[in-house]
């Protein structure tokens, strides 16, 4: 294929593939990332840590507010889980959730990783987080804020993903104790002497409430939540929910919705790209439809100036025929100009030997082929006649007048005139240059047995025959006898 139809070949690829493309063109606003509370889908969310608590047979209330949160505080016995809250908690909730907890009435699964609920962390358990961000140079990921820690809780030991986290800082008198720290190869954004940096820890009270303090909520993340490749985050965190309800499903779960800030809703506005392609080419060839859309009538009209008056639907057939053989032309010519043939077929060979005639030839002539194997002949023996005649008059058939030929067949010029003629129509067809015959052939067997007939009678006038090779039984050679 040539460069030229190939160019366009592709380019009519990538038309029908931007037509059915899903692109759009538009804008988008807000990042669509929700904050860690439980009732939020995206990935920042922690709407899948909630359904596995509520699927492992937890009792699980979501608080929604101060007064409910109050209330549900003074039933029972519990555990309260405020996981990477984005608001602090005000004085009141404070100093309930202190009385519960030293009461041994409240156990505490609480991830912060920054200084919102500094007031708490100190009041509650002798704690402090700076919020200054743990590099990790041992981590095996690009970024060293990102590393693999190991959590062991009673006989249970699990490796999870800390995706930035800040150090722990307990004091003399906490209750809390590291249970998972950063490797000794570790500095953070505030202290750069390396050393091991607590990101996990743990206690019980004197009156048996539990506490697990955890400075990263991203195990809890809907993003996070689900990785198992280098490390069973799931298996992390139920570790630390089962240390500190004692695993005990009975129990109330209080878990904070309230203390979050709206995610921001991500916008977007696009157009799809395909109707807009789609679009523009029907308005395009809106011109051209009209055009051809009034061709009917035309046709009609211009068989009454005969006096022949047509059907509309006979007419629209006759165009739309028209248009088809059209098409097919055209594509022919732009990606198709080679010769019509079948490649499993032998294409006769043309010599100019002195030679018999052969039964090769009278099995030629009765032997039945496929309508590319005549085309293809006739067009050859086409070439002949116009290697022969520029041979005898210096130019092709192509322009060799009746006068000329007159000089060597005579009386006969007309019939080899016409011979010339109906080659041409043939050979041109086979190459592309004439879209269809006129008059059509239906038998093609016949049409090539009578062009031949005629051929070798037009070359007998100038000494020169259609032979076979005796040799050769599937293909015709044309030998040219010489003078």
């Given at each position: ?58 009792h699980v209330v ?71 961000a743990i590099y ?209 077929q032998p294409i ?136």
């Open positions: 294929m040539k460069l030229r139809s190939f160019i366009y070949v592709m380019g009519f690829v990538a038309l029908i593939a931007v037509i059915y493309s899903p692109s759009t063109i538009g804008v988008e606003a807000g990042s669509g990332i929700g904050t860690t509370s439980p009732s939020e889908t995206s990935q920042g969310g922690a709407s899948q840590f909630l359904s596995s608590l509520k699927q492992s047979g937890y979501l608080v929604n507010d101060t007064q409910t949160e109050q209330r549900l505080l003074l039933n029972g016995k519990s555990v309260f889980m405020l996981l990477g809250a984005d608001l602090q908690l005000s004085q009141g909730e404070l100093q309930s959730i202190r009385a519960r907890y030293q009461g041994g009435q409240l156990s505490i699964l609480l991830a912060e990783g920054n200084t919102t609920n500094a007031a708490f962390l100190g009041t509650v358990f002798g704690a402090t987080v700076s919020g200054a990790d140079r041992s981590s095996p990921f690009k970024d060293q804020r990102i590393f693999t820690v190991t959590l062991k809780l009673g006989a249970t030991t699990e490796t999870g993903v800390i995706d930035i986290a800040s150090p722990i800082q307990a004091n003399s008198g906490s209750v809390l104790r590291p249970v998972a720290t950063s490797s000794a190869n570790s500095f953070d954004a505030l202290d750069s002497r390396l050393g091991a940096r607590t990101v996990v820890a743990t206690g019980t009270n004197v009156a048996g409430s539990r506490t697990v303090l955890i400075t990263d909520s991203a195990p809890f993340t809907n993003y996070l939540f689900g990785y198992n490749q280098s490390a069973n985050e799931k298996a992390f965190v139920g570790s630390m929910v089962d240390w500190v309800t004692h695993s005990n499903r009975s129990q109330t779960v209080l878990y904070d919705n309230y203390h979050y800030r709206s995610a921001a809703p991500k916008f977007s506005l696009g157009i799809p790209v395909g109707p807009i392609v789609a679009y523009v080419l029907a308005q395009l060839l809106s011109g051209v439809n009209s055009y051809y859309g009034g061709l009917p009538a035309q046709t009609q009209g211009f068989f009454q100036n005969f006096g022949i008056s047509i059907p509309e639907a006979l007419a629209r057939v006759g165009i739309a025929m028209l248009l088809l053989l059209s098409v097919y032309g055209a594509v022919r010519r732009w990606f198709a100009p080679e010769m019509k043939g079948k490649d499993d006769p060979s043309v010599e100019r030997s002195i030679v018999a005639e052969s039964k090769s030839r009278i099995d030629f002539l009765t032997t039945s082929r496929n309508k590319s194997f005549y085309v293809a002949t006739l067009a050859r023996l086409y070439e002949v006649f116009d290697d022969i005649m520029t041979k005898e008059f210096g130019f092709g058939v192509s322009s060799v007048s009746l006068e000329e030929l007159q000089t060597r067949f005579g009386a006969r010029a007309g019939e080899a005139f016409k011979l010339f003629a109906d080659l041409r129509r043939v050979y041109e067809y086979a190459n592309g240059k004439r879209r269809f015959l006129f008059p059509p052939v239906f038998r093609w067997k016949s049409r090539v047995s009578t062009l031949t007939t005629r051929a070798e009678e037009t070359l007998n006038q100038l000494g020169i025959t259609i032979t076979g090779s005796s040799e050769t039984k599937e293909k015709v050679e044309y030998a040219v006898r010489g003078r």
